[in-house]
């Protein structure tokens, strides 16, 4: 809390006025799993599950949540540049296979997963891909330029003149945060891919951004890849914190080349990617 007087006419008024904490990130433990080059991951519905693209190694890897122990893997066989995991309201996974220029689909049972279809369509490079609540899916074609919002499998909305666009997440009200890679921005779309708002250059400094999630209050919290740094950002566009020098590191608050994140409740999981492994964190705003 911080006091402020305030004069009126002849009278002093003394304001109470809270300050806003700026958030923390406290290191919590890394994994020990043999991973290459770990891209975006994400949490199975149940939260039993954290699923990791690891890219170099061509598959999807399932680690424990809390212990960051490896627990399985699958697409190793036939994924070729593994990059994005999401999952739908059926518990099916979709998995941008980039290499292959098309999106996996799969069912599990357990930890048994079976290849049951695929989505291709009008993207080169798939890097991003996203089950919004409304049905449609959407893929971030990295190596075309563009957006592609798919409806019972077939496109039907598309968002063009990117630059290798990556990660795609949903927000409380159904608007869509887009990470334009080489444009070092983030965009906000609209379910109809129309662009509604950019956070780009000065304060935020982006160089590579990459994948994110976003909190239940919008707060965004983002993997500045070619900055080595995360950075966590309010939901009106007020730049709160960046974790990390900036000079790649291994340590406690250090990152390399940081790619993927996820978030539930006060936990944050994070792709350290140059340095081959997952790391969590606890968020804290006190």
């Not at 199975?44 to 399932?62: A, H, K």
């Not at 699958?74 to 979709?94: I, L």
């Not at 991003?128 to 990295?142: D, E, F, K």
């Not at 250090?254 to 792709?271: A, H, M």
Request: glycine share 12%; hydrophobic share 35%.
């Amino acid at each position: 809390m911080f006091m402020r007087v305030v004069l009126c006419g002849a009278m002093l008024f003394v304001v109470m006025s809270a300050v806003a904490s700026e958030p923390s990130m406290e290191f919590v433990g890394a994994s020990s799993t043999d991973l290459e080059n770990p891209h975006d991951l994400k949490l199975s519905p149940d939260g039993r599950q954290l699923f990791v693209s690891d890219t170099g190694n061509n598959r999807v890897v399932i680690l424990d949540p809390e212990t960051l122990q490896r627990l399985g893997e699958f697409g190793a066989d036939h994924q070729s540049g593994t990059h994005d995991v999401a999952f739908d309201s059926n518990g099916r996974v979709y998995v941008a296979d980039t290499h292959k220029a098309r999106v996996t689909i799969y069912e599990m049972k357990g930890l048994a997963v079976r290849l049951v279809n695929e989505l291709t369509g009008p993207f080169q490079g798939p890097e991003g891909v996203l089950v919004h609540p409304n049905g449609r899916i959407y893929v971030a074609g990295a190596w075309s330029g563009n957006v592609v919002a798919f409806e019972d499998g077939k496109p039907m909305k598309e968002l063009k003149g990117l630059s290798a666009p990556h990660d795609l997440e949903n927000t409380e009200n159904g608007d869509i945060w887009l990470s334009d890679s080489g444009n070092d921005r983030l965009l906000l779309l609209s379910p109809d891919l129309d662009i509604k708002r950019e956070l780009r250059g000065s304060p935020y400094n982006f160089n590579g951004v990459r994948y994110m999630d976003v909190m239940a209050d919008g707060t965004l919290i983002v993997g500045d890849k070619d900055n080595d740094q995360i950075k966590i950002i309010s939901s009106d566009g007020k730049l709160l914190k960046v974790v990390g020098s900036g000079q790649g590191g291994l340590g406690p608050g250090e990152f390399r080349t940081p790619e993927g994140v996820e978030i539930r409740g006060e936990t944050v999981w994070l792709s350290d990617s140059g340095n081959d492994r997952v790391v969590k964190y606890k968020f804290s705003t006190e």
